[in-house]
């Protein structure tokens, strides 16, 4: 017998002996893969397909997937149903998970005040801009991702998930894929959902690692070398846009970059024995908000594979199913914490700004709030954590890393506009860690129809007593009432009821500062105040008349809390602000100066009667004590805003400066109807009494002798509200407008 002849032979007996081996092959060794695409938003289409694998009873043996493939994939191999995924990710606020946009209750005080008068901030070191990694830190995605996968938080190898699983991130100094299928699961979902610009990059391993789309967005390769016999897979990719749809430098750089993935999926998808295709055309990758939408095509687009799928059952259907328990874990004991990558910031630190107590049950949304409190303080890039189960006792061990700032120094910007102090263009230094590791310095610098500028310094020790120092400048031009300055005497003489006047005020103030609580703040302190008013209105030798050209020193306590979820459009949360100003001495123009004191207080109540609709109850008030001859430090109400310098208080119907007296009530009721997004429609009504001595009268008691009613309409943008009010006085029998443009500042 030849060579020919015997390898003929040894091939028939082979292949007659594979096909014996198939026919009779048990169905339990079949085994079936399961790959998921990227596609950002569009890969909500994976739950709608696994809804219906489930409903058909199919079994999965291993999963694999890149970006949003890997993270329902992930969660789908930890034991969550297709249906449990869709309650889940219906509930998801994407807008506050995929941004760094954290709860205004976890940011200190002095923080919630600073973050709200900038649009945009910037990063700046040695005298350069430097743009960040991304848009945002993702710190909200992991802590979701992170409390869904917790009843598999100690599993480190991916294959001894209740399915196999295995994702894929980009190494961005190399460009190669890296399979990531050991290691903590929530940092490697992350790694492989890193969207570039959108998120910042993850390290694991020492690799620099972003969204695996960029390399491999459908391993199916990788998934076949784990020994699956059926993949299945689901490509929710872009097709290549025609020339009518690049209508943009973005359309152009997204098609460059699915050039390559899209050559990709041609090969990729004849290597898929059921390969579905959802119709997601009408979507972006950012289309979160018709998630609903995206899922249902992802059902259809499966249901049409449906006979390929319901021969699978036949491999699945004497296959043991893997049950787990998914019962949703309120709180958590924390046995000990192992801390990584703290230097300038101490264990201590870090601890109390989670504010947990080993060894005692935290519930979740204590221990998010925590996370929050420490992101929030800008100090971290990022704050990476697993919990594993303890080895003798009843909880959870805490692995966290934190990856320290090396940026101190952020160019801040913003504009405005208001009825009283005009256009603004505001430009800010902020320096954290200029003289110490807790201090931070902040310079506003004021452009426009009135230049201002505002400085702060602090020392921050939270509980302990911080020490600051607040030096700022203000000025505007107004008519104002004549009663602030002139008695009726006087106004009978000159007959004037109106002045035209040049304010200018220059604050210094040096200060003690404790909290109570995390919302609740106690302060001492010194002022310096030098006030400066003239007018054209009243002369003298045609020189203009100067009201006040004075220096006031006096000594404050102030008293503040503050849990309004929005400074701006309050759904929940009170506030108190109160005030006690002892003016102890006086030099220059007031030379006949006695000593007085000025105590105010203002507080508000924000509740929501349904999701759209919020209403808001604030009271205020406020008398002179001691000497009252200097009336330029008197309450003058009228006009919108906040941020207003001195005894200003707004009040709807009068312009600004309108209301004056020594002392004042005042109530508000306000309610504020999201009609959709950051659109908001709102009514307010105020009342007042104001006039000298109100107190000693008892006037503060009687039905308000002044009444305001305003409508508006006003857009929450990322430069702060854009408001338009029409108020209207029945008192005064007319009608005032107010526009608003940006963060007040």
């Given at each position: 017998m030849n060579k020919k002849t015997i390898i003929l032979t040894l091939f028939l007996i082979a292949s007659l002996s594979a096909k014996a081996?198939?026919?009779?092959?048990?169905?339990?060794?079949?085994?079936?893969?399961?790959?998921?695409?990227?596609?950002?938003?569009?890969?909500?289409?994976?739950?709608?397909?696994?809804?219906?694998i489930d409903s058909l009873g199919v079994k999965i043996d291993y999963v694999a997937g890149t970006s949003m493939g890997a993270i329902i994939g992930s969660l789908y191999a930890s034991g969550y149903s297709g249906n449990q995924l869709d309650s889940i990710?219906?509930?998801?606020?994407?807008?506050?998970?995929?941004?760094?946009?954290?709860?205004?209750?976890?940011?200190?005080?002095?923080?919630?005040?600073?973050?709200?008068?900038?649009?945009?901030?910037?990063?700046?070191?040695k005298l350069k801009i430097k743009l960040p990694s991304a848009l945002s830190r993702g710190q909200n995605t992991y802590s979701l991702l992170s409390k869904l996968t917790l009843h598999v938080s100690d599993i480190n190898d991916f294959s001894k998930l209740p399915i196999p699983f295995f994702c894929i991130g980009t190494n961005v100094e190399t460009g190669e894929a890296v399979m990531l299928d050991q290691g903590s699961l929530t940092q490697s979902i992350m790694a492989s959902g890193a969207f570039p610009s959108l998120f910042q990059p993850v390290i694991i391993n020492n690799q620099v690692l972003i969204d695996g789309g960029v390399a491999n967005n459908y391993p199916i390769d990788e998934l076949k070398a784990k020994g699956m016999d059926i993949i299945i897979g689901v490509d929710v990719q872009d097709g290549l846009a025609n020339r009518e749809e690049l209508t943009s430098a973005p359309d152009v750089l997204l098609q460059i970059n699915n050039f390559r993935t899209i050559k990709d999926m041609k090969l990729k998808s004849k290597k898929t024995d059921i390969y579905i295709k959802p119709d997601i055309t009408d979507f972006t990758v950012v289309s979160f908000s018709e998630g609903e939408k995206i899922i249902k095509r992802g059902k259809t687009a499966a249901y049409k594979k449906m006979d390929a799928l319901e021969d699978l059952f036949k491999y699945d259907k004497d296959k043991p199913k893997f049950k787990i328990s998914l019962h949703t874990q309120d709180s958590i004991r924390i046995n000990s914490v192992i801390l990584n990558g703290n230097k300038k910031y101490t264990r201590a630190y870090v601890l109390g700004k989670l504010r947990l107590k080993l060894n005692e049950k935290i519930d979740f949304e204590d221990f998010y709030k925590g996370v929050n409190n420490l992101v929030a303080t800008n100090n971290f890039d990022s704050f990476q954590y697993q919990f594993s189960k303890s080895q003798y006792s009843d909880g959870y061990d805490l692995t966290a890393t934190v990856k320290e700032t090396n940026i101190t120094t952020f160019l801040k910007l913003g504009v405005h506009y208001d009825g009283l102090y005009k256009s603004a263009a505001l430009v800010n230094v902020t320096k954290k860690r200029l003289l110490f590791d807790n201090d931070i310095a902040s310079l506003d610098l004021v452009f426009g129809d009135n230049v201002r500028y505002n400085f702060e310094y602090l020392i921050d020790k939270g509980f302990y007593w911080s020490i600051g120092i607040r030096s700022r400048f203000n000025q505007f031009h107004k008519n104002v009432n004549a009663q602030l300055f002139f008695d009726d005497d006087q106004i009978a003489t000159t007959g004037l009821n109106k002045i035209d006047i040049d304010f200018q005020d220059q604050t210094n103030q040096f200060y003690l500062q404790t909290l109570i609580k995390k919302d609740f703040a106690f302060s001492v302190g010194a002022e310096h105040k030098r006030l400066e008013i003239k007018s054209e209105t009243v002369t003298t030798n045609n020189n203009e008349f100067v009201f006040e050209n004075t220096d006031y020193f006096s000594v404050f306590a102030g008293l503040k809390l503050d849990t309004y979820d929005n400074k701006h459009f309050p759904k929940r949360g009170v506030y108190f602000n109160g005030d006690l100003h002892m003016y102890l001495l006086a030099s220059g123009f007031n030379a006949e100066f006695k000593d007085f004191s000025i105590a105010k207080a203002d507080m508000g109540y924000a509740f929501s009667v349904t999701d759209k609709l919020a209403l808001n109850l604030r009271a205020g008030g406020g008398f002179k004590l001691g000497d009252k001859s200097t009336q330029a430090l008197d309450f003058a109400l009228g006009g919108y805003g906040n941020n207003l310098v001195n005894n200003f208080i707004p009040f709807m119907g009068y312009d600004f400066v309108s209301l004056t007296g020594n002392s004042y009530v005042k109530a508000s009721l306000s309610a504020d109807y999201e009609v959709f997004k950051n659109h908001h429609v709102t009514a307010e009504a105020n009342w007042a009494n104001v006039d000298d001595d109100i107190f000693e009268s008892g006037e503060w008691f009687t039905l308000p002798d002044y009444r305001g009613y305003a409508l508006g309409y006003a857009i929450n943008t990322f430069i702060g509200p854009i408001q338009g009010k029409f108020s209207y006085s029945p008192e005064a029998k007319q009608s005032v407008w107010f526009f608003n443009v940006g963060f007040w500042f």
């Open positions: 081996q198939n026919e009779d092959k048990n169905p339990h060794d079949v085994k079936v893969g399961l790959v998921l695409s990227g596609g950002g938003a569009k890969g909500l289409a994976h739950i709608g397909v696994l809804k219906v990710f219906k509930k998801v606020d994407f807008d506050k998970i995929i941004s760094d946009d954290l709860p205004r209750s976890s940011k200190a005080l002095y923080e919630r005040d600073n973050s709200e008068k900038y649009a945009i901030t910037l990063p700046f070191d």
